[in-house]
DNA sequence: AGCACA
């Protein structure tokens, strides 16, 4: 007793709290829905855009008799139900609650999360992105990034009901063959709704846009800046100068904080910031100098030497691209020390009391980019766009103020109370500031060891004021 | 224009 060939109507099926409506436009939001249903009884529940095409939904009423009674008006109505001047088919659904409707991504808001699956990230441009995506309206920022799920992209629009029409027609559907490189397959996207609000981009760059502001600097290589520049002992890299220094550091058997570097650095101009990270299995560090010039004498000064005999912590300089670090002003892996209360937070850190730094000092990004944000742990705005965040791992507390300071010298005028500039050393700079025996992350509560020298931070606690 | 686990 099949029912194909032979209409079903709708007063032989079995009612149902839950109606079944087809036929909706695809950019039918819940709210287009609610509005149309709500006439008859209380929404308890919905699920918009089912099926293939996206043009279906589900609505369940609170009470059965409110079902009936939208299904039995519009049957005896001359005027069909409508959205959006398109005629909805509504019948009593087969089921009799709506399961699972809301998964977190489904809950809208401006900032859609876009996984394109089946490419690279090189495959996708971010003009490519915003290009589809500014069919729908204007769009504000855009950040990409990849994570385990593969491809993804942040998209922020003004409002929900832009994101939400954004979304409608493009989830699960592809980006154009001709706009994407010929070894692509199929790249079918895949579209939630993010929990943030206002994406934070810090740069312009082929992997982040912020559409609303024309003079954020750009960083064309935001992220690959600080990816290894191939530095190879006789890696000639025409790598244009800058203020900022990157530095790898090789043979780390012991562990290199923040005041390690900041003293080494400090040797030879005012250091303004420091982040440390991990870059494939190794450490790195983004030093930033005021002016091309203290970089390039540092650079000249340091490559190639270690911070501690016997070949310990060897360092090798290369140029950053960046101009100006964008790092947290005061965690275990960067400083910010044109920000006051970063050099006196880093002043009173006394050694080897690692009193533990507030929340917002280290980032609970763990791995980079949105990832948590993903899973909704990152609150919203704050998505870190941050070159620092790249590594997020967090080994050991700083123990500040063991390094040898005297091995180096500067002949520049200390700026900061707790830049720990050795002054009063030899105006040349070492390049062996060696301090054999004693590692420094050798914790040591109170005074410094013999021969070791407060290396920016006092010992006991006090910012050590260095002036002539 | 015909029923949802992702």
């Not at 401006?110 to 003009?127: F, K, M, Q």
């Amino acid at each position: 007793m099949s029912t194909s060939g032979t209409p079903q109507f709708r007063y032989t099926q079995t009612p149902s709290k839950v109606l079944h409506l087809r036929n909706l436009p695809w950019e039918c939001t819940e709210e287009e829905l609610i509005e149309l249903c709500k006439p008859f009884g209380k929404i308890v529940n919905t699920k918009c855009n089912v099926g293939a095409n996206r043009n279906q939904a589900f609505v369940e009423f609170s009470d059965l008799n409110q079902a009936i009674s939208m299904v039995s008006y519009y049957a005896s109505s001359s005027e069909p139900a409508q959205v959006r001047g398109k005629t909805v088919y509504i019948q009593y659904s087969n089921r009799h609650e709506i399961v699972n409707n809301k998964s977190p991504g489904d809950v809208p808001g401006n900032v859609l999360l876009v996984t394109i699956e089946g490419v690279e990230a090189g495959d996708v441009s971010i003009d490519v992105i915003h290009l589809v995506f500014s069919a729908f309206g204007f769009v504000h920022k855009i950040a990409t990034f990849e994570k385990a799920a593969g491809f993804q992209a942040l998209i922020q629009f003004s409002d929900a009901e832009t994101a939400s029409s954004a979304r409608n027609a493009l989830d699960g559907r592809s980006i154009p063959r001709y706009l994407l490189p010929e070894h692509v397959g199929s790249c079918h996207l895949r579209i939630s709704y993010s929990a943030h609000t206002d994406l934070n981009i810090k740069f312009q760059s082929h992997r982040s846009r912020d559409y609303t502001n024309p003079y954020l600097p750009v960083n064309p290589t935001a992220i690959e800046g600080i990816s290894q520049p191939a530095v190879g002992p006789d890696g000639k890299k025409k790598e244009p100068e800058s203020n900022v220094l990157l530095a790898s550091i090789e043979n780390m058997q012991y562990a290199v904080t923040v005041d390690v570097i900041n003293t080494v650095f400090s040797a030879f101009g005012t250091v303004q910031k420091i982040a440390i990270f991990e870059k494939n299995g190794q450490t790195q560090a983004l030093v930033q100098y005021p002016d091309i010039s203290t970089a390039a004498v540092a650079r000249e000064a340091l490559e190639g030497h270690c911070i501690y005999d016997g070949g310990y912590c060897k360092l090798h300089l290369s140029y950053s691209r960046h101009t100006d670090l964008n790092v947290k002003a005061y965690s275990d892996k960067s400083r910010d020390y044109t920000i006051p209360e970063a050099s006196l937070l880093a002043a009173q850190q006394a050694p080897g009391a690692p009193a533990a730094p507030p929340q917002w000092q280290n980032p609970q990004y763990p791995g980079n980019e949105y990832g948590s944000a993903v899973q909704g742990h990152m609150p919203p705005g704050q998505g870190p766009w941050d070159p620092s965040m790249q590594a997020g791992r967090s080994t050991y507390v700083s123990a500040p103020g063991t390094f040898p300071g005297q091995n180096f010298a500067t002949s520049s005028v200390p700026s900061y109370a707790a830049a720990g500039v050795p002054s009063g050393s030899s105006p040349h700079a070492s390049t062996r500031p060696s301090m054999p025996g004693a590692p420094p992350n050798m914790r040591h509560d109170g005074a410094s060891p013999p021969g070791v020298r407060p290396g920016g931070v006092s010992p006991s606690g006090q910012p050590t004021y260095y002036g002539q």
